[in-house]
């Protein structure tokens, strides 16, 4: 029997389907081919969005339409967060949650043997599930899972209720899924998580220690995903300044530029207190890129606060910025606010600061022109260049040269060019 995982939502998902696939496999199961039909499809869901539902519906019924008779199953964060929704709305066969991913295939087996409708949504654990996730080798960067949950509770965010509270995965585990990776070939590692700046809250240690622990031979770099500005203290940066191998890329989640609209969502920090983290992270990691969230249209957001939040964006000067409208996330506080933003203004704000953040990446970019980077070559995406990953996470595009996979090569940024530069390895 042959089974397809269609990954839905952050690299977290991304990680646990990679287990998912481990235990079909081990279970004598086949991976389908792209364009092939599958007997069991894994519809591996996110629910942070009002969109990343609606793709999850929306899959669960592609896939019925593609084999009626196959067993189809939908798993992740949409059930775990919403699971009446789940059952009522979608035409799956097995619905479950966050918590038994690596057990599905005894799931499928159950289904087959008496042909009923599975639900289990089982209550999230407080302990990390070694087994529930696996490092996601597909990629030329290899991502490892380190923690999972979140203990927030942000007033629009409704992953503490589709993850659960903090709990944290080994440094001795990370070592083993980072030699795993080595192996494997990948010469960088992500390490990735729902809130990976309270890792190891739990059990005694800081994210500087999973990076420690990921820097095993082979493994040239170490990049971090999203962080919280709050948890990056003067000795946590000092920590993550000892460590070698650490990208100099940071993430840094803001939400809003705006003190009033960060109040309301309960984040743990004004706008002071990020520029200042951001301030110490640039003295220590000179020419680091600093990346960003921002949402607009957060119930209640004025003209005057999206003003500001754009202002601060600038002041800040980031890299990147993901911008995205305001999600309405039934059970979140937010949700219930009676000054929701209309949609047409939601829109129309994220369209002015996609344009600014366009902008900023623009003027980022440009910056690196005549600087020497040492680049990570992809996967080949066209025949005229190569393109890889800087270390501060700039992309770049080598022309008229072939270079291995895997390969990090010296390269001179000659041209910016939209949302990527150009290079040669002709110093």
């Known amino acids: 029997m042959k089974f397809s995982i269609i990954t839905l939502g952050c690299k977290v998902n991304s990680c646990e389907s990679a287990a998912i696939s ?106 990390f599930d070694e087994n529930g996730s696996a ?65 190891g809250e739990d059990i005694g240690c800081t994210t500087a220690d999973a990076v420690r622990a990921a820097q095993v031979p082979g493994i040239e770099r170490v990049r971090l995903g999203s962080l919280e500005a709050d948890t990056l203290t003067d000795e946590e940066i000092a920590r993550l300044r000892g460590c070698e191998k650490l990208c100099p890329h940071f993430h840094l989640s803001l939400q809003s530029g705006s003190d009033t609209v960060l109040q309301r969502m309960k984040r743990r920090y004004t706008c002071a207190e990020y520029e200042a983290v951001v301030e110490k992270l640039r003295r220590a990691f000179p020419g680091c890129a600093v990346t960003t969230d921002i949402m607009v249209g957060f119930p209640g957001e004025t003209e005057e606060e999206f003003a500001e939040s754009m202002a601060f964006a600038e002041k800040i000067g980031f890299a990147k910025i993901h911008v995205f409208p305001y999600s309405i996330r039934k059970g979140t506080i ?43 070559i992809e996967k080949k995406t066209s025949p005229d260049y190569c393109n890889g990953f800087t270390g501060s996470y700039i992309p770049v595009r080598i022309y008229g040269k072939e270079i291995p996979r895997h390969s990090l090569v010296q390269v001179k940024i000659t041209e910016a060019r939209g949302n990527y530069c150009v290079g040669t390895t002709e110093i």
């Open 334 to 376: 937010a949700a219930m606010r009676q000054n929701q933003i209309p949609p047409q203004i939601k829109s129309r704000r994220a369209k002015e600061m996609n344009v600014f953040a366009a902008e900023q990446e623009q003027k980022f970019l440009s910056e690196q022109v005549g600087m020497v980077q040492t680049v990570l």
């Open 22 to 127: 481990n235990a079909f496999t081990a279970a004598g199961y086949e991976q389908a081919e792209e364009s092939q039909p599958a007997d069991v499809y894994v519809i591996n869901s996110c629910a942070v969005t009002g969109t990343g539902v609606k793709k999850a519906r929306q899959s669960v019924s592609h896939c019925r339409a593609e084999n009626p008779q196959a067993v189809v199953v939908l798993c992740g964060c949409y059930p775990q967060a919403y699971p009446e929704e789940a059952q009522s709305d979608t035409v799956a066969d097995i619905i479950t949650g966050n918590v038994n991913k690596a057990e599905l295939p005894a799931l499928v087996t159950k289904f087959l043997t008496e042909r009923r409708r599975i639900a289990e949504v089982l209550p999230l654990s407080r302990e």
């Open 135 to 199: 490092a996601d080798l597909d990629r030329t960067r290899a991502f490892i899972k380190i923690e999972d949950g979140c203990d927030r509770f942000c007033t629009y965010c409704i992953i503490p209720t589709a993850r659960g509270r903090v709990r944290s995965r080994t440094p001795q585990e990370i070592a083993r899924q980072a030699e795993q990776s080595a192996a494997a070939g990948n010469r960088e590692i992500v390490l990735t998580g729902i809130n990976i700046g309270c890792y």
